[in-house]
């Protein structure tokens, strides 16, 4: 655990300013042919992170430029033309996590500010408004989701990490979740609660916002930090180039979902599903890398 500890810590030091191992995030949907294919959402050759789908398209986080100039902009793939955009193109700034905000007329995404900072900005998807801080408060942000309530669980940088809860209209009323809590942070409808992982026994967990309590729902193979929802009782994760689901409510093992080993013959990471149209998006990591 301290070891995994330091390597977060260490990641998060160096946002602004350090290239990462090559990452490609792929696109899985069923064909013309009524057979899966998998296509590619961004460019090899590169790091790109943290997808997160939408009817429209996917969102995610890319590296641009070399060594020490280069930095993360967030990106957006186009379904209709199977075009890639940088929607930031900040200079000044490194931007990650795109998630998109409740109201799905804004994304959120944790910002490296010049100082160092990692803060919530706000990225309207018309591009009528100007990006801002979405909050103010003295955490260094991660990782995070939103609840239906204007509320948030963050993964707050520190010693040790944890797994926060606030809601936009008291920022500073932050309530404490979870000690070293994993990087994948969602919310059930169907739990009425956001879920993450309690990273020392790999747990699937989740947080009621209401009663505050903490409950341990099963435990993921070990060598598992993320997770997506497929159906309101069903998770998704990935391990050794597979994909696995896993229903919440039965004692039944988890069942292999997708074989993607041919696709990736890396580690399979971030997952992202768009239940509508059974469209997942998943990272290929080319090799090792602790984000």
Same mark, same amino acid.
């Given at each position: 655990?301290?070891?995994?500890?330091?390597?977060?810590? @260490?990641?998060?030091? &160096?946002?602004?300013?350090?290239?990462?191992?090559?990452? %490609?995030?792929?696109?899985?949907?069923?064909?013309?042919?009524?057979?899966?294919?998998v296509? +590619?959402?961004?460019?090899?050759?590169?790091?790109?992170?943290?997808? *997160?789908i939408?009817?429209?398209?996917?969102?995610?986080?890319?590296?641009?430029?070399?060594?020490?100039?280069?930095?993360?902009?967030?990106?957006?793939?186009?379904?209709? #033309?199977?075009?890639?955009?940088?929607?930031?193109?900040?200079?000044?700034? #490194?931007?990650?996590?795109?998630?998109?905000?409740?109201?799905?007329? &804004?994304?959120?995404? @944790?910002?490296?500010?010049?100082d160092?900072?990692?803060?919530?900005?706000?990225?309207?998807?018309?591009?009528?408004?100007?990006?801002?801080?979405?909050?103010?408060?003295?955490?260094?942000?991660?990782?995070?989701?939103?609840?239906?309530?204007?509320? /948030?669980? *963050?993964?707050?940088?520190?010693?040790?990490? %944890?797994?926060?809860?606030?809601?936009?209209?008291?920022?500073?009323?932050?309530?404490? *979740?979870?000690?070293?809590?994993g990087?994948?942070f &969602?919310?059930?409808?169907?739990l009425?609660?956001?879920?993450?992982? %309690? &990273?020392?026994?790999?747990?699937?967990?989740?947080?009621?916002?209401?009663?505050?309590?903490?409950?341990?729902?099963?435990?993921?193979?070990?060598?598992v930090?993320?997770?997506?929802?497929?159906?309101?009782?069903?998770i998704?994760?990935? #391990?050794?180039?597979?994909i696995?689901?896993?229903?919440?409510?039965?004692?039944?093992? +988890?069942? /292999?979902?997708?074989?993607?080993?041919?696709?990736?013959?890396?580690?399979?990471?971030?997952?992202?599903? /768009?239940?509508?149209?059974?469209?997942?998006?998943?990272?290929?990591?080319?090799?090792?890398?602790?984000?």
């Amino acid at each position: 655990m301290k070891k995994q500890n330091m390597l977060v810590a @260490v990641w998060f030091a &160096a946002l602004a300013n350090t290239a990462f191992a090559q990452s %490609q995030i792929f696109l899985l949907q069923q064909g013309a042919d009524k057979g899966l294919r998998v296509d +590619a959402v961004s460019e090899a050759g590169a790091y790109s992170n943290q997808p *997160v789908i939408t009817d429209k398209g996917v969102y995610y986080s890319y590296e641009i430029g070399e060594a020490e100039s280069a930095q993360k902009d967030i990106f957006f793939y186009d379904f209709a #033309s199977g075009k890639r955009t940088n929607i930031t193109n900040t200079a000044q700034y #490194s931007e990650y996590s795109p998630t998109l905000i409740p109201s799905n007329d &804004a994304l959120s995404a @944790v910002v490296v500010e010049p100082d160092g900072a990692q803060k919530l900005w706000r990225y309207a998807l018309s591009g009528a408004d100007k990006p801002m801080r979405l909050v103010d408060n003295a955490l260094t942000v991660g990782y995070h989701a939103w609840g239906p309530n204007n509320d /948030l669980m *963050v993964f707050a940088l520190g010693e040790p990490h %944890q797994a926060m809860y606030f809601t936009v209209q008291a920022p500073n009323d932050v309530k404490h *979740v979870s000690d070293n809590p994993g990087r994948t942070f &969602a919310y059930s409808s169907l739990l009425n609660g956001f879920t993450f992982i %309690q &990273a020392e026994q790999n747990w699937l967990s989740r947080f009621n916002p209401q009663n505050q309590e903490v409950t341990q729902l099963f435990r993921l193979p070990q060598d598992v930090q993320d997770y997506t929802w497929v159906e309101d009782g069903t998770i998704a994760y990935a #391990s050794h180039g597979r994909i696995y689901q896993k229903q919440l409510q039965s004692a039944k093992p +988890a069942k /292999l979902w997708h074989d993607l080993s041919t696709y990736c013959d890396g580690q399979i990471t971030r997952l992202s599903y /768009l239940k509508d149209d059974d469209k997942l998006a998943f990272v290929c990591e080319m090799n090792d890398s602790s984000e």
